[in-house]
């Protein structure tokens, strides 16, 4: 209704009154009835009543229809803004609601409608792509066998929930799933490679080995991706798994035929062309299993070549078996020699050259027994390393003294002739080392006695006891100085007499005489006035017999005692006496002591 007092209410009851008093004179004209009148007025009025009641009825479906479109905004707003946590325009509104019309509400909440309705469209945009990412990415975790559920039902396109908040935690766990992802992604690539790297070495098929786990391993398209499900992952472990028991059984066959090549080489002096092969199966046998990384030394090729070599060198060894059987008796022969030990003599050349033609034993067997026996010598010969050091030692002394010997004889060791001085300083170290013998002999008598307790079995040294070897060396040594002494004093006994002599007849001896003493025997001029020793050998009219020695043992074991006998009879010669003495034993034997003096 219009409001009273307005221009247009003003205007419009004007209108009316003079309209009705038009209508009252037009009725007075007509002569119409007071009754018919008030009938005629009261029509008017119902059909007035009616026009107002429909212009209110209309005005109020106005209203309603936009009350309802302010309730649907406000309603779509309230929607918008829980979906998309926009919290802060419902305060916004609901005082905006209480101070102006409808027309004005719904004109104020449809910009914040379409608004809302628009970042609702780019949220959802946003939620549809990591919909998608996250989708695709779980299902190549999954191998696409069945689609991750979690985050997933909050990403339909009917989504309530697209505030920030929902939207961060979606963008957290695709960030997770893009994390788990690469790791698995790099973790195929390192499981790929090292499938290589196995596969090169023992000679197999790279490309079918991978696509028997997966066909995207080794996929040539582009637009197949790697598969990173557990399942590729299990197989590549197992594939791995497979390949390294595969090298692991293929090194311990290779170790064991280059074993035998290389035991095969040394009983056949294989020249270094025909081992070029195969060097490189011998040249890992001391190798762990990581570090066996070049291509094909596994492969089934050079395994089968490597066990035919071993077959014919196999064939060969059986033709020359009794070649070999005296080779490897030379060599333990010759160990023996080196260690002082007295070699088996079950297997000695000429009963194992009747053997192997007899047809009594085996060649193998022999040639293995006498390998053993090699073995069995060096292990000997390292137990009796520390001895034989101190017996080196002890026969390095009785060399030196034996060149003071030889030394001291000569005349003229005195020379001013050129090495006289190296002489001299060595016959000064010879005697100090001399002097040692006794404490060297007893020491390693102590020594061998200590090993033989230790081993419970006798020090042989050439088959003879080293024990009684020293023992009879000590008294040797003690028999000689036993005549040297009865020499000095038969010395004495010629030097008075010579004393007696001159007193009497007033003469000396002839020094013509003297200088016809004969150089002894082991002893030559250098060239420059000085005398080098030389080896010598005393015969049993000579003048000395050498002290005995593990070396004088060598060889002649059978005739040991025979040697002590001769030892104990035959004469000894003590040339470590100064050359004063030496001189006037000569001036004794060179003078006539019965003839008076020349005048």
Same mark, same amino acid.
């Given at each position: ?102 027309? @004005? ?131 590549? @472990? ?71 070599? #071993? @077959? ?16 490897? +008796? ?30 009594? #034993? ?66 000064? +170290? ?82 013509? +005489? ?65 050359? @004063? ?17 020349? +005048?």
């Amino acid at each position: 209704m219009l409001a009273l007092g307005s221009p247009t209410s003003v205007r419009t009851s004007t209108t009316c009154g003079a309209l009705l008093r038009e209508l009252e004179q037009i009725w007075n004209d007509i002569g119409e009835s007071e009754a018919e009148k008030d009938r005629m007025l009261l029509e008017l009025e119902r059909e007035c009543l009616e026009v107002y009641r429909r212009k209110v009825s209309e005005a109020g479906n106005t209203k309603a229809r936009l009350h309802q479109s302010v309730m649907a905004k406000e309603a779509e707003l309230a929607a918008l803004m829980a979906a998309l946590g926009e919290l802060g325009f419902h305060s916004q509104t609901h005082m905006e609601k209480r101070s102006t019309s409808l027309k @004005e509400q719904l004109a104020s909440v449809t910009p914040l409608v379409e608004d809302l309705r628009s970042k609702k469209e780019e949220r959802l945009k946003q939620f549809a792509d990591i919909r998608a990412q996250i989708e695709k990415i779980s299902g190549e975790i999954s191998g696409y066998n069945h689609h991750t559920n979690t985050m997933i039902g909050c990403l339909t396109l009917e989504e309530q929930d697209l505030s920030l908040r929902n939207l961060n935690e979606c963008q957290t766990h695709l960030r997770t799933l893009q994390k788990e992802k690469s790791e698995r992604l790099n973790k195929v690539l390192e499981y790929v490679n090292e499938v290589h790297t196995l596969c090169g070495v023992l000679g197999l098929d790279f490309g079918q080995t991978v696509s028997d786990v997966h066909p995207s391993l080794h996929g040539t398209s582009l637009e197949q991706s790697t598969n990173i499900s557990n399942s590729t992952l299990e197989g590549l @472990e197992h594939a791995i798994l497979k390949l390294k028991t595969e090298r692991k059984a293929r090194i311990l066959k290779l170790k064991n035929i280059g074993a035998s090549l290389l035991e095969l080489w040394k009983l056949m002096d294989t020249p270094k062309e025909d081992k070029s092969d195969f060097l490189r199966i011998t040249s890992f046998l001391g190798t762990s299993e990581l570090e066996v990384t070049e291509p094909d030394v596994l492969s089934t090729e050079m395994i089968e070549q490597a066990s035919a070599e #071993v @077959e014919r060198l196999g064939k060969l060894k059986a033709s020359r078996m009794k070649e070999l059987v005296m080779k490897k +008796r030379a060599e333990l022969e010759e160990i023996c020699r080196i260690a002082h030990i007295e070699p088996d003599t079950n297997t000695a050349a000429e009963k194992s050259n009747a053997l192997i033609d007899s047809g009594l #034993v085996d060649p193998s067997e022999l040639l293995a027994n006498i390998e053993a026996q090699i073995t069995k010598v060096k292990e000997e010969a390292v137990n009796r390393k520390e001895i034989m050091d101190r017996i080196d030692r002890w026969l390095s002394a009785c060399e030196e003294e034996n060149w003071l010997e030889d030394y001291n004889r000569d005349e003229n060791r005195y020379s001013a002739g050129r090495g006289a001085h190296i002489n001299l300083k060595r016959a000064e +170290r010879a005697r100090v080392t001399i002097s040692k013998i006794p404490a060297i002999v007893d020491n390693l008598i102590s020594r061998t006695l200590a090993w033989e307790k230790e081993k419970r079995m006798s020090f042989l040294y050439d088959g003879v006891s080293l024990v009684r070897i020293l023992e009879d060396y000590k008294e040797a040594r003690r028999q000689k100085e036993e005549e040297k002494k009865r020499y000095r004093d038969q010395k004495k006994l010629q030097d008075l007499l010579l004393t007696e002599k001159e007193a009497m007849y007033g003469s000396k001896p002839s020094p013509k +005489r003297t200088n016809s003493f004969r150089k002894p025997n082991g002893y030559r001029a250098n060239g420059n006035g000085s005398m080098t020793p030389t080896p010598r050998r005393n015969s049993v009219g000579g003048a000395t017999p050498e002290l005995l020695t593990p070396r004088s043992y060598s060889g002649r074991q059978n005739g040991y005692f025979k040697e002590m006998r001769r030892l104990s009879t035959a004469p000894l010669n003590f040339v470590a006496i100064s050359k @004063e003495d030496t001189m006037s034993y000569a001036s004794i034997c060179g003078s006539e002591l019965g003839s008076p003096p020349r +005048r």
